[in-house]
Nanobody, 124 residues
Framework: QVQLLESGGGLVQTGGSLRLSCAAS????????MGWFRQAPGKEREFVAT????????YYTDSVKGRFTISRDNAKNTMYLQMNSLKPEDTAVYYC?????????????????WGQGTQVTVSS
């Protein structure tokens, strides 16, 4: 069992930056891919970014490419999402997730463990 805790959300103006963190309760190591998802009010949860177990492979949804960067520090059991050039449409609750395999995944059902979410609000 892995517990995930997100932090770093908040209110920011358009064009601003935030860095989200996701701390795991135990070592996930290189055997677990991880990812970020988000859910805006009235919308379904959507994939944002994923990173392989060893951090060597990443993948992003088109709307955040060039603006968001996913990374991880396995020694600290922590994953990050650096978000730059934020837009109002990025407003959502952001969730981190951990899977059971090391390869990148984009579908929510592929992830086994989920955090409680952190709110990101981008004002126009």
């Amino acid at each position: 069992q892995v517990q995930l805790l997100e932090s770093g959300g908040g209110l920011v103006q358009t064009g601003g930056s935030l860095r989200l963190s996701c701390a795991a309760s135990r070592r996930t190591g290189s055997s677990q891919a991880m990812g970020w998802f988000r859910q805006a009010p009235g919308k379904e949860r959507e994939f944002v970014a994923t990173i392989s177990g060893n951090g060597g492979t990443t993948y992003y949804t088109d709307s955040v490419k060039g603006r968001f960067t996913i990374s991880r520090d396995n020694a600290k059991n922590t994953m990050y999402l650096q978000m730059n050039s934020l837009k109002p449409e990025d407003t959502a609750v952001y969730y981190c997730a951990a899977g059971l395999g090391a390869l990148i995944m984009t579908k929510a059902q592929s992830f086994r463990y989920w955090g409680q979410g952190t709110q990101v609000t981008v004002s126009s």
